[in-house]
C-alpha cells in the first residue's frame, strides 16, 4: 500500500507492479492484510480538513496502536528495498 508521492517522480503503477514482482500484493486501502504502507511526499491540499496525516497513514497508525504489526516505512527507505 502507498499514500503520497514517491520520490524521484517514480509512478505509483510501476512501484505496484515492482511490489508485485517480489511477491508482495499491491491493495488499493489499508486493510487488516496489509503488511506494509509505504509513506512518500503528501500534499497537504489533498489531506481531509484539519487532518496532518492522509486517512491510510491514519488508519495504519490506529492500527499499530491497536496491536497491528504492519509496518510503516518511508518512500525512499522503500525504493532501497527495490535496488
Known amino acids: 500500500m502507498i499514500t503520497g508521492a ?3 517522480g517514480i509512478l505509483r503503477k510501476d512501484a505496484q507492479q515492482r511490489i508485485a514482482h517480489y511477491g508482495g500484493i499491491p ?3 489499508v486493510t ?5 504502507l509505504v509513506v ?5 491540499r489533498r489531506l481531509a480538513p484539519g487532518a496532518n496525516v492522509s486517512a491510510k497513514l491514519k488508519k495504519a497508525l490506529d492500527m499499530r496502536s491497536s496491536g497491528s504489526k504492519i509496518e510503516i516505512i518511508c518512500g525512499t527507505d ?3 528495498y527495490l535496488d
Open 78 to 80: 522503500f525504493l532501497a
Open 6 to 8: 514517491l520520490p524521484g
Open 32 to 36: 487488516s492484510e496489509t503488511d506494509f
Open 27 to 29: 491493495q488499493a486501502g
Open 40 to 44: 512518500g511526499d503528501l500534499d497537504p
